[in-house]
């Protein structure tokens, strides 16, 4: 008996020295120190954020356990949390609420994920926050008022991301930076606070002028722990750093042509020619009658050559021609004026339109490659006999309208952007050969998203949401895009696997090293949902594939 009590005394004193460490998650490990009770997992699979974490730790560190997203109120119920380190998972969704209930976090480490986009207003939760590490994520975009909800910061670094072009505003409605001017030469009234900017892909146009400027000037309390930015374009900047470079304000285009009024015999070639000159470069366009063409472009710093090859020409090609220009300041175009002059006018007229020969082929594949902060960028391969001959067709407008805009494009270009795409909308976009009409397997649908909140305008980007069996899955932070082939009558299968897909706790093929970068894994390519009765024998890229990309956090 005395042995026994003795047992029960000793277990009594280790619970009263270390209160809760049995109360620890499987597969972690928890400690306590003067910072108070941690919580250590690395290289566990967690999958997910547990929701069983106790609530009094004040230090949290979750390293490579492919976490994939941050859902609201994470770690709501843990109000004394002031660590959170997140180093090294999957993370590609942040939701706009998932730092709520952590007024007294200081340091927030989310080194090493995948997240293209951060919803900068979560930081509203967080008034106490001094160190913010973001390196090694895929960020491209910092909006305008990102900084507004960070004011106690000490530590800010986006280092190693997708940046390209940063606005000076960003750091001017930066509260701290605001107060360091308020107190300038006053020592001692405003911290220090370091700056990680390096390793960007900086796109040094006239768009990024004020923020070159500004890092040109920046002096304490913000000092920037790589002052050696450099740009990796264009191609006449590229390698160069910010200080030996001058960048020019932004000009709207303007339009010119040597000859507006071409007179060709019937059956020769036709060249037309227009020059622009605009700060950034513009994107141009051809229209003739109500086709939209996109010519040959040649560009030298900000000179930028279209020229539209029509070859032998026919009476139906005769006409006027408007070259037409834009950028995000303004627009501008020049008209030439084809006439053909035909010994025989009643040589048979062509249509107007590049026509397809019974015996032309090709396989097309089509994906949305880019989301831009303006829309879409689409791209597409073809396998065909004459690829230097070979005319598309785009079918683009709303899913439920019959009239659709008709785009033709020139042979050796693979590639178009759709602008101004407006949100909660359901687009279809087609890519045929010539005059084909579109076949289910060459088109995409997908449903744009709505905005936010006026607090984050400044930020806002199309992002596009699900749309799998006909089925709408509440992830407005990516962007998802299937083929018209895509079945609808698999709905509870979509349902079953996108849950199964959250909940996956199994082991990511290969392994990984921890603390470092060189297993980081790309984002993997995801497959739509298929009933087995379906009878797509022959898949296609297209349909198996959608990309994920975008600002947004509001589920």
Not at 58 to 64: A, L, P
Not at 208 to 233: A, D, H, Q, T, W
Not at 259 to 269: D, F, Q
Request: glycine letters at 4%; charged letters at 20%; a neutral charge.
């Amino acid at each position: 008996m005395d042995v026994l009590y003795v047992a029960l005394g000793i277990s009594l004193v280790f619970d009263i020295i270390t209160p809760g460490l049995s109360n620890c998650l499987l597969g972690c490990s928890c400690t306590n120190d003067n910072l108070g009770r941690s919580l250590l997992c690395m290289e566990t699979s967690m999958g997910h954020i547990p929701e069983d974490i106790p609530n009094d730790f004040t230090k949290i560190r979750i390293e490579n356990c492919h976490l994939t997203e941050l859902p609201q109120g994470s770690f709501f119920q843990i109000n004394s949390l002031e660590f959170l380190w997140l180093n090294f998972n999957q993370i590609t969704l942040m939701n706009i609420k998932s730092l709520q209930g952590l007024a007294n976090l200081t340091e927030l480490r989310l080194q090493g994920n995948k997240l293209t986009s951060i919803p900068w207003a979560a930081f509203q939760d967080t008034p106490k926050l001094k160190v913010l590490d973001l390196k090694h994520n895929l960020l491209d975009v910092l909006p305008e008022h990102a900084l507004r909800h960070l004011p106690s910061l000490t530590y800010l670094d986006l280092s190693f991301n997708h940046l390209t072009i940063i606005s000076k505003e960003v750091f001017i409605h930066w509260p701290l930076y605001q107060a360091a001017e308020k107190s300038w030469g006053k020592e001692g009234l405003v911290s220090n606070v370091i700056l990680a900017l390096h390793d960007n892909p900086w796109l040094c146009d006239c768009r990024l002028k004020g923020f070159v400027e500004f890092i040109r000037e920046v002096s304490p309390p913000i000092i920037l722990m790589n002052s050696y930015l450099m740009c990796s374009g264009p191609a006449s900047k590229a390698d160069k750093f910010f200080h030996e470079i001058q960048l020019k304000t932004c000009m709207k285009p303007v339009a010119s042509a040597q000859e507006t009024n071409i007179n060709l015999p019937l059956r020769a070639n036709a060249t037309l020619t227009c020059v622009v000159k605009a700060r950034p470069i513009p994107t141009i366009q051809w229209r003739y009658i109500l086709k939209i063409i996109r010519g040959l472009t040649q560009i030298d710093e900000e000179t930028i050559t279209s020229r539209l090859v029509i070859s032998s020409v026919h009476l139906a090609d005769q006409g006027l021609y408007t070259c037409m220009a834009n950028n995000f300041i303004g627009n501008t175009s020049v008209n030439i004026s084809l006439n053909i002059d035909s010994p025989n006018s009643s040589a048979p007229l062509r249509s107007p339109e590049p026509m397809l020969s019974s015996d032309d082929s090709g396989h097309i594949d089509i994906r949305i490659a880019k989301q831009t902060v303006y829309g879409i960028t689409l791209e597409w391969q073809i396998v065909t006999d004459n690829p230097a001959e070979t005319w598309f067709t785009i079918h683009f407008g709303k899913y439920d309208s019959h009239k659709k805009e008709i785009i033709y494009i020139g042979p050796g270009i693979n590639s178009y952007s759709v602008n101004n795409l407006l949100p909660v909308t359901k687009y279809k976009v087609c890519i045929t050969l010539k005059n084909h009409p579109p076949g289910e397997d060459q088109c995409i649908v997908f449903v744009t998203g709505s905005d936010i909140s006026e607090l984050e305008q400044r930020e806002r980007l199309i992002h596009i949401i699900v749309i799998v069996c006909a089925m709408l899955l509440a992830v407005p932070a990516g962007m998802y895009a299937c083929t018209t082939e895509a079945r609808f009558n698999c709905v509870d299968r979509c349902v079953d696997l996108w849950r199964k897909r959250r909940m996956h706790k199994e082991n990511v093929e290969g392994t990984e090293r921890q603390h470092t970068f060189d297993s980081l894994q790309a984002a993997s390519d995801e497959a739509l949902c298929r009933d087995s009765k379906d009878k797509p024998a022959k898949r296609r890229k297209s349909e198996d594939r959608f990309i994920m990309k975008n600002d947004r956090m509001n589920v």
